[in-house]
T-cell receptor
Framework: GAGVSQSPSNKVTEKGKDVELRCDPISGHTALYWYRQSLGQGLEFLIYFQGNSAPDKSGLPSDRFSAERTGGSVSTLTIQRTQQEDSAVYLC?????????????FGPGTRLTVL | AQSVTQLGSHVSVSEGALVLLRCNYSSSVPPYLFWYVQYPNQGLQLLLKYTTGATLVKGINGFEAEFKKSETSFHLTKPSAHMSDAAEYFCAVSGSGGGADGLTFGKGTHLIIQP
């Protein structure tokens, strides 16, 4: 596609349920990022993929969060046993090269509401 | 480690007036600096970036920013505000250049344009 796409755009779930958020980066972009945007914390960097590899997972908020990327393209962010504090907008971004400073292109985000 | 401080969570200007959004950063390595804009229910769009070279950077929609190392600042300006400029603006810093550390964002400044 022309830009980064994310699905679903909105997700409402009950506390304790698992959710899976999807990101489709711009074709050919090797770098992919997940961020979380919440009222209390602003924009937080969660994780970075170069190809299918995530060298540093320390930005994930807790061990209930996991992310994977397959085929150097689509990425999924999974939150297990969701809590109300997980409510936020989850943004994905992709970049054309992991070796240079370049522009990160952001998707529209997934708004997660945990009841 | 890096951090970004944006002075003023809300800034209000009259249409046609100068826009000045302040950003100060902290970085232990030469910084790469960015300004992003976010319209309601949309992802982030890059306005401009500073990597190396000329310290006055011009971006889209008539915005520009000046990197001042001595003041650790990267303020965003536009000579004449337009109603369409009303949005949330984020200053961000990256230290690695290679993108592996993601972007560290400020808390954002909501720009209000008065008719």
């Amino acid at each position: 596609g022309a830009g980064v796409s994310q699905s679903p755009s909105n997700k409402v779930t009950e506390k304790g349920k698992d959710v899976e958020l999807r990101c489709d980066p711009i074709s050919g972009h090797t770098a992919l990022y997940w961020y979380r945007q919440s009222l209390g914390q602003g924009l937080e960097f969660l994780i970075y993929f170069q190809g299918n590899s995530a060298p540093d997972k320390s930005g994930l908020p807790s061990d209930r969060f996991s992310a994977e990327r397959t085929g150097g393209s689509v990425s999924t962010l999974t939150i297990q046993r969701t809590q109300q504090e997980d409510s936020a907008v989850y943004l994905c971004a992709s970049m054309s090269s992991g070796g240079r400073v370049n522009e990160q292109f952001f998707g529209p985000g997934t708004r997660l509401t945990v009841l | 480690a890096q951090s970004v401080t944006q002075l003023g969570s809300h800034v209000s200007v009259s249409e046609g007036a100068l826009v000045l959004l302040r950003c100060n950063y902290s970085s232990s390595v030469p910084p790469y600096l960015f300004w992003y804009v976010q319209y309601p229910n949309q992802g982030l769009q890059l306005l401009l970036k500073y990597t190396t070279g000329a310290t006055l950077v011009k971006g889209i929609n008539g915005f520009e920013a000046e990197f001042k190392k001595s003041e650790t600042s990267f303020h965003l300006t536009k000579p004449s505000a337009h109603m369409s400029d009303a949005a949330e603006y984020f200053c961000a810093v990256s230290g690695s250049g290679g993108g592996a550390d993601g972007l560290t964002f400020g808390k954002g400044t909501h720009l209000i344009i008065q008719p």
